[in-house]
């Protein structure tokens, strides 16, 4: 039962208030490996809603990384080589491999992805005013735009993981 209920749960908990976003362009994964994957499951899925478009990029972030201190690399390709990434690296991933199957879609003009800086709040408190290290003075995490319907779907690559939450919820940047 726990298990069914830890999204939810989690989304009752913790909010992201979205502080910044960065900007790291319309990158692409351009791994011919990764890519070769991400445009089969494109062409296989023409008519993808923004939710299965998140849940095949989770994936593959999820697949491609595991959580270290240390970063892997500065583009999506290099995280993907190496393996390594912290949140700053699973957004970065998150969004080049959300883009590429943008791309292979033609839906650019339809859907964007932002790789977004968030203070996370436990039941409304900052938890980064309780930490006193560099490392966690914010926490990265992506969301997915569709300017059709003005909906957004905020993620965080990392905590699927290790958690396989697919969504979280999100405050406006103030």
Not at 21 to 47: E, F, H, I, S, Y
Not at 122 to 144: C, E, M, T
Not at 150 to 162: E, G, I, K, M, T
Request: glycine content about 4%; charged content about 25%.
């Amino acid at each position: 039962m726990a298990l069914l209920l830890r999204g939810p749960v989690f989304r009752a908990l913790v909010s992201y208030h979205h502080v910044a976003t960065r900007q790291t362009g319309v990158a692409v994964l351009t791994d011919p490996q990764v890519t070769a994957t991400l445009r089969l499951w494109a062409r296989d899925n023409p008519d993808a809603t923004m939710d299965r478009i998140s849940r095949r990029a989770l994936q593959l972030s999820a697949r491609q990384l595991r959580f270290s201190t240390q970063q892997g690399g500065r583009d999506a390709d290099s995280l993907v080589v190496s393996g390594r990434a912290h949140c700053v690296g699973y957004a970065r991933v998150y969004c080049a491999a959300t883009a590429t199957i943008i791309a292979e879609l033609n839906q650019q003009g339809r859907y964007r992805c932002e790789h977004r800086v968030a203070k996370l709040h436990l039941l409304g408190w900052n938890v980064h005013a309780y930490i006193d290290h560099p490392f966690f003075r914010d926490h990265d995490y992506a969301s997915i735009l569709d300017r059709d319907t003005q909906r957004s779907l905020a993620v965080d690559p990392s905590l699927h993981d290790y958690l396989r939450v697919d969504r979280v919820r999100e405050h406006a940047k103030d």
